[in-house]
């Protein structure tokens, strides 16, 4: 027997145009971004029968309500991520004629997606339908890449010993190493020593009488917070935590001409930001922050990608 190998998995995808439905001839795009530990899966409710008998057994039991959900683990790429980032916040509007400028902003979102995790050294396939991104996450660190999660809700699933596209396309996998990021606190300059950045978007399932699978997905309000740690150097970003004063952050991700930045243009900082003598070492302040509507920006978050993608 052929034991199937995490080595030669895959997860690709294709946007559905109606949520629930893979277009017919799908042409599907690898999630090169993607790393191992996934958790992309399905449960069925057991529905368990409480009627009376003398057996002391229980009489029968029926498969009930299906839930599809699970995360994927990323590395923060410049190519193959675009669709995915629509997918999480709303809006893009493309211009330019390569280098391509990408502007994604808060919005209704696309349909949904299609995913397929392939198994290929067994030849099986399980497939995820109106699947929609719930949360992304990205944390930088002073060391290693830059990661993050996508976590997704589905409608339904399937498996089959064939794959939806027998030619996946793909693009070559070049993650961003946290020293290709440069930080920006007020419009000014900043050294971060962690970045910690979380979007939802309290995706709403809801049941109706009559199907196993969620009847509907739609989106609710997004959010979008998480933290950083500086060094204590002075009481500018203490007062603006102290004083509820508004500011903005700015990350941005370079390789040569092309790039990636999440800029947040209002945030308040909150929880707790008192400076404490830990050890005889630099002290340092955590901060957690959150985003909210920016008028000028039209939206509490906004990705600027540049790369040689005509769309995303």
Same mark, same amino acid.
């Given at each position: 027997?052929?034991?199937?190998?995490? !080595?030669?998995?895959?997860?690709?995808?294709?946007?559905?145009?109606?949520?629930?439905?893979?277009?017919?001839? %799908?042409? +599907?795009?690898?999630?090169?971004?993607?790393?191992?530990?996934?958790?992309?899966?399905?449960?069925?409710?057991?529905?368990?029968?409480?009627?009376?008998?003398?057996?002391?057994?229980?009489? $029968?039991?029926?498969?009930?309500?299906?839930?599809?959900? &699970?995360?994927?683990?990323?590395?923060?790429?410049?190519?193959?991520?675009?669709?995915?980032?629509?997918?999480?916040?709303?809006?893009?509007?493309?211009?330019?004629?390569? %280098?391509?400028? /990408?502007?994604?902003?808060? &919005?209704?979102?696309?349909?949904?997606?299609?995913?397929? #995790?392939?198994?290929?050294?067994?030849?099986?396939?399980?497939?995820?339908? &109106?699947?929609?991104?719930?949360?992304?996450?990205?944390?930088?660190?002073?060391?290693?890449?830059?990661?993050?999660?996508?976590?997704?809700?589905?409608?339904?699933?399937?498996?089959?010993?064939?794959?939806?596209?027998?030619?996946?396309?793909?693009?070559? /996998?070049?993650?961003? !190493? /946290?020293?290709?990021?440069?930080?920006?606190?007020?419009?000014?300059?900043?050294?971060?020593?962690?970045?910690?950045?979380?979007?939802? $978007?309290?995706?709403?399932?809801?049941?109706?009488?009559?199907?196993?699978?969620?009847?509907?997905?739609?989106? &609710?309000?997004?959010?979008?917070?998480?933290?950083?740690?500086?060094?204590?150097?002075? +009481?500018?970003?203490?007062?603006?935590?102290?004083?509820?004063?508004?500011?903005?952050?700015?990350?941005?991700?370079?390789?040569?001409?092309?790039?990636?930045?999440?800029?947040?243009?209002?945030?308040?900082? $909150?929880?707790?930001?008192?400076?404490?003598?830990?050890?005889? #070492?630099?002290?340092?302040?955590?901060?957690?922050?959150?985003?909210?509507?920016?008028?000028?920006?039209?939206?509490?978050?906004?990705?600027?990608?540049? $790369?040689?993608?005509?769309?995303?």
């Amino acid at each position: 027997m052929t034991q199937a190998v995490g !080595a030669l998995g895959r997860i690709a995808y294709v946007e559905e145009s109606a949520w629930g439905t893979t277009p017919g001839s %799908p042409q +599907l795009k690898l999630i090169k971004a993607g790393t191992y530990g996934e958790s992309l899966s399905a449960s069925i409710e057991e529905l368990m029968s409480n009627a009376i008998n003398s057996s002391r057994a229980v009489e $029968n039991v029926i498969q009930g309500n299906i839930d599809v959900k &699970g995360a994927v683990p990323i590395e923060l790429p410049l190519l193959g991520i675009g669709t995915l980032l629509k997918h999480a916040l709303g809006t893009v509007n493309t211009t330019g004629a390569g %280098p391509y400028t /990408h502007v994604i902003k808060r &919005g209704a979102l696309p349909a949904g997606l299609t995913l397929e #995790k392939g198994f290929t050294d067994i030849a099986q396939y399980i497939v995820f339908t &109106g699947c929609r991104i719930d949360k992304l996450s990205l944390s930088v660190s002073p060391q290693g890449l830059v990661t993050g999660s996508m976590d997704v809700i589905g409608k339904d699933f399937s498996a089959s010993g064939t794959p939806l596209d027998a030619s996946v396309d793909t693009v070559v /996998h070049t993650p961003f !190493a /946290h020293h290709q990021a440069t930080f920006e606190e007020g419009g000014s300059a900043a050294t971060l020593l962690n970045l910690n950045l979380s979007l939802t $978007n309290g995706l709403d399932p809801v049941r109706a009488i009559g199907s196993r699978t969620i009847a509907g997905l739609p989106e &609710g309000k997004g959010e979008v917070t998480g933290d950083i740690t500086v060094m204590f150097e002075n +009481l500018t970003l203490f007062n603006k935590w102290k004083n509820g004063t508004a500011s903005s952050l700015k990350a941005t991700f370079t390789s040569g001409a092309h790039s990636i930045e999440f800029y947040l243009p209002s945030v308040r900082y $909150n929880g707790e930001a008192v400076p404490k003598i830990a050890s005889d #070492k630099g002290i340092v302040v955590p901060l957690s922050f959150r985003a909210i509507y920016d008028s000028g920006e039209a939206t509490d978050l906004k990705i600027t990608l540049i $790369n040689t993608e005509a769309t995303i």
